[in-house]
């Protein structure tokens, strides 16, 4: 029997990385799309590069696209590459769109022109809900995104719908809210907390400066969410799922857990300061994750308190 074969766009990033272990154990040839570029960030698939290839291809070039799609014949395609950093969105509003938003549209045109029978999986994000409708989200909330990553996400969403609907083609949507893992970007705020408590443990730095404390979001963990991703390639037929916790925290209970763990008063060491505020803010998203429970089977296992103390420990064992 010949193996299954997926396409990871991404594939260096935090899902990216954890998604190509997953499918690895379950036997797949995993290829991962880098861009071509003269510095390589590759620390988050060091540990499994000798047991899956790379190839150049890049979201901003239709042609690499389609070579790629002929060259390797992918039955499944997971697009997690993006210009994913909210704030950066505001400095790059066309570049995140180049990336985000028309980038899943070349990659549709590309498995639709070589073949119409490859699963695709879009990423989509709780940042299209933005200024929320209701709470919590559900795969039917009406979108109304507050940045330039959010309106990205918006158009990759409804173009992946868009050829699912006029081509026939098994292209997917999943709906991710917060997800965190020690292989968080330093600049996502889990990470920047978690690895500012260890340095200040380690007596590395004597403060942490902070924006709002009062944002409020659903946070999992990576590691669970790409399974959701691979569960819903599986599927008889091709659908869009909300995967989240349901659960929601502050930035300060965020705080406040990886303090503890290290047994630190947070409130000694954390300062306020507004230049990491954002334009315009999402107080509070919450995801509904009832769907991808009943029709995946789908559910979290890693709490947030748990994923927290895990990515302080990590942070701490690194800075040693």
């Avoid at 949507?173 to 330093?186: A, D, K, V």
Wanted: proline share 4%; aromatic share 10%.
């Amino acid at each position: 029997m010949t193996k299954p074969v997926a396409l990871i766009t991404g594939v260096t990033g935090q899902d990216g990385s954890y998604l190509a272990e997953f499918l690895l154990d379950r036997g797949y040839r995993v290829v991962g799309m880098v861009r071509r570029a003269s510095s390589e960030n590759f620390e988050r698939i060091q540990h499994i590069t000798g047991d899956f290839e790379l190839r150049q291809g890049d979201l901003l070039d239709q042609l690499s696209l389609i070579s790629l799609m002929k060259e390797i014949q992918p039955s499944e395609v997971y697009n997690l590459a993006a210009q994913s950093f909210v704030p950066t969105s505001w400095e790059q509003p066309t570049l995140t769109g180049e990336f985000t938003a028309l980038g899943v549209t070349r990659m549709l045109e590309a498995i639709r022109l070589v073949n119409p029978k490859i699963r695709f999986y879009q990423a989509s994000s709780s940042e299209m809900y933005g200024k929320v409708r209701e709470t919590p989200q559900t795969e039917l909330t009406p979108f109304y995104p507050r940045s330039p990553y959010g309106v990205a996400k918006c158009y990759g969403h409804y173009i992946t719908v868009n050829y699912r609907e006029s081509y026939d083609l098994f292209a997917v949507s999943g709906i991710l809210f917060n997800h965190e893992s020690p292989r968080r970007g330093l600049e996502f705020v889990t990470r920047k907390v978690t690895d500012g408590v260890a340095r200040i443990k380690l007596g590395l730095a004597s403060e942490l400066r902070m924006g709002n404390l009062d944002a409020r979001r659903d946070w999992g963990f990576a590691g669970d969410y790409v399974k959701a991703m691979w569960l819903m390639l599986q599927q008889g037929e091709p659908d869009d799922y909300v995967v989240a916790t349901g659960v929601s925290h502050s930035v300060k209970d965020l705080v406040q857990v990886a303090f503890d763990h290290v047994g630190l008063d947070w409130q000694q060491y954390v300062k306020l300061d507004a230049q990491f505020l954002r334009p315009a803010e999402v107080d509070l998203l919450v995801g509904d994750a009832s769907k991808a429970r009943e029709k995946l089977g789908w559910e979290p296992e890693v709490s947030f308190e748990q994923m927290i103390r895990m990515m302080v420990d990590e942070d701490i064992k690194r800075l040693q």
